[in-house]
């Protein structure tokens, strides 16, 4: 098991690295080289990636592999404890909680990444602009983005879940969004370092373009500081994917999502029923561990 | 700088939210004309805007006042939210410089890479954990949140301890992490060697020289997570079953109850706003630098 996870993580990272090689290739191809090195040698991303390599297995093939239909109600077999039958127990409505924490690594595995790369694109986009240009570009931009950041991202999440109605594709918008404005704050501040160095300069100097000067000269020059923001705000785009579908905001039955699987069962926690509720919360817990450690070996490989 | 942030945070906020209950509302005709949605938006945003403003909030879809419906649980997430606080502060900026004491040490490791990643992991994920252990396991603690009326402050903090901790864990990462730069910053000052050398021992300079210099950008985390911990709340009060503010905003949310909605979220950007404000206020009183410097 310890060596399927791993292209997982290599590719996470092999998809960045070629932007960073096109654009000044000896120096920055050493660079990338050893980054890697130092990001097989790091304890946390290998354990990070083998936790959250599992998960995407899980997502990708528990169908085949889980033992009942995770969607299937028994009504009669309602919150059976674990047994040999039914490994994790069976929830209210008597369908099977293995099948269920399995298979529901899908839709938190689908939602949080492209939500994550939304908001990536989008606030390197703004990072770039409002860095590059300062002035009233910046004044306007900066100005939105902390509206947006006044309130509790959960609690905008919802308000913007109750307008466009609940589901996948409004959770992965709604993340996306009100994540850019974070990420083009971290991306702004390495542009304001990067816009003064000779190279920029130099471009300004030849007449290029400025989409130029921002996408083929400034990009990949901070793209370092982008990678370790996109691990952050995986976990933390986790975080609120889980939090909104809890609150029925976000994924919606009947989909066994994990977040969505405490909600519908939560209720009968007091009566002593601990299964249908621990076990997805677990899955979750080591998902957020895993992606965290991930995290944690990419920043420390790439800010020297 | 704050009043102006206030000024275009509140409005962008609001409108926001106006327009969010309007798309919805294409739908229902009904509760349009309830609310007067077919009046020009600016309008109404000025009516519900002034009357906020004079305290009065409206109606609920229910006929209650919107006062009525917030008040309680206001007071009652305010409780919850001071004991998280009350637990949580000393704790994470004790971490925080025993972590940056032994810095890259084990214990440092264990307490930052632990403590932010218990941050990350969701609220209602711990309240699971702390249920299922202190609750069901142990049986140390009621696996509700909502104590019976008239409980005394003992029977209310037994009731709230399991919510309180759950709100710990997600806020105890980002206030130790901040506790352990400041305090690793003036462990490395200037001063902090003078007063090395001059031979005072290691607990005086620690306590005089490092922690004063190291807790003023702590105090600040701590106030801004106040607005933080308002959206962990929504989801500890809903799993602990609290009649709380978080509670009546989901509510509102699911029945649509757009006044509710609308004063309920605004009140918790007045919170956040204020703790923000007395952030500001505090760093500016402890801090002589810049206390000095504003009257200059």
């Keep these: 098991m310890s060596l399927t996870p791993e292209p997982a993580g290599a590719t996470e990272i092999g998809t960045a690295s070629p932007a960073v090689v096109g654009a000044h290739p000896s120096d920055a191809r050493v660079a990338t080289k050893e980054r890697l090195a130092l990001l097989r040698r790091s304890k946390s991303f290998i354990a990070g990636s083998i936790i959250v390599g599992f998960w995407v297995l899980c997502a990708i093939f528990g169908e085949l592999l889980v033992p009942k239909d995770p969607l299937a109600s028994d009504p009669i077999n309602d919150l059976l404890s674990p047994s040999a039958d039914n490994w994790f127990g069976t929830d209210k409505l008597g369908r099977d909680v293995f099948s269920r924490v399995i298979v529901g690594a899908r839709d938190i595995l689908i939602v949080a990444p492209l939500a994550t790369i939304l908001a990536t694109v989008v606030g390197t986009a703004l990072g770039l602009v409002t860095g590059y240009f300062r002035g009233w570009v910046d004044d306007v931009l900066s100005r939105i983005i902390e509206a947006i950041l006044a309130l509790p991202t959960i609690i905008m999440g919802l308000l913007v879940a109750v307008a466009l109605g609940p589901s996948r594709t409004t959770l992965i918008l709604i993340i996306g969004v009100l994540f850019a404005p974070i990420i083009s704050r971290t991306v702004r501040a390495a542009v304001l370092t990067e816009r003064e160095l000779e190279y920029v300069s130099a471009a300004r100097l030849r007449n290029e373009r400025t989409p130029y000067i921002l996408f083929g000269e400034i990009l990949p020059n901070v793209m370092g500081p982008i990678i370790v923001e996109f691990t952050v705000r995986l976990g933390y785009s986790i975080f609120v994917a889980a939090g909104l579908s809890f609150l029925g905001f976000g994924i919606q039955p009947p989909a066994p999502d994990w977040g969505l699987q405490v909600a519908e069962n939560y209720g009968v926690i007091s009566g002593g029923f601990w299964w249908p509720v621990l076990f997805p919360s677990l899955a979750i817990a080591t998902l957020v561990i895993g992606v965290n450690l991930i995290a944690d070996g990419v920043a420390s490989a790439f800010e020297r | ?296």
């Design chain 2, 1 to 296: 700088m704050i009043v102006f942030l206030a000024a275009q945070v509140l409005p962008g906020d609001v409108g926001r939210r106006i327009l969010g209950p309007f798309a919805d509302q294409a739908s229902v005709d009904a509760l349009n004309e309830q609310l007067g949605a077919n009046e020009p938006l600016l309008t109404q945003y000025w009516d519900w805007f002034s009357s906020f403003i004079t305290g009065d909030l409206g109606e609920s879809v229910q006929n209650r006042p919107v006062s009525d419906v917030l008040i309680d649980p206001l007071v009652a997430s305010g409780k919850l939210a001071l004991l998280a606080f009350v637990i949580v502060v000393p704790l994470a900026i004790l971490g925080g410089v025993v972590a940056a004491i032994h810095e890259g040490s084990f214990r440092d490791r264990l307490i930052s890479v632990g403590g932010l990643s218990a941050t990350a992991i969701p609220e209602f994920v711990w309240a699971v954990f702390f249920i299922v252990i202190f609750a069901l396991g142990l049986g140390l603690f009621p696996t509700t949140a909502q104590f019976p009326d008239g409980a005394s402050v003992f029977t209310q903090i037994e009731y709230l301890f399991l919510p309180a901790l759950c709100l710990v864990c997600v806020l105890f990462g980002y206030i130790a992490r901040m506790a352990r730069a400041g305090t690793i910053e003036a462990l490395e000052a200037d001063y902090t060697r003078t007063a090395t050398l001059k031979g005072l021992p290691r607990r005086t300079v620690i306590r005089r020289h490092v922690l004063r210099n190291s807790l003023l950008p702590t105090i600040a985390v701590v106030a801004t997570q106040a607005g933080y911990l308002m959206g962990g709340l929504v989801i500890i009060e809903l799993i602990f079953n609290y009649q709380g503010i978080g509670q009546a905003i989901v509510r509102a949310a699911l029945q649509k109850d757009i006044p509710v909605l609308q004063s309920g979220v605004l009140l918790i950007g007045i919170v956040y706003l204020v703790a923000t404000l007395i952030a500001d206020m505090l760093y500016s009183v402890l801090n002589p630098r810049v206390r000095l410097g504003a009257t200059e």
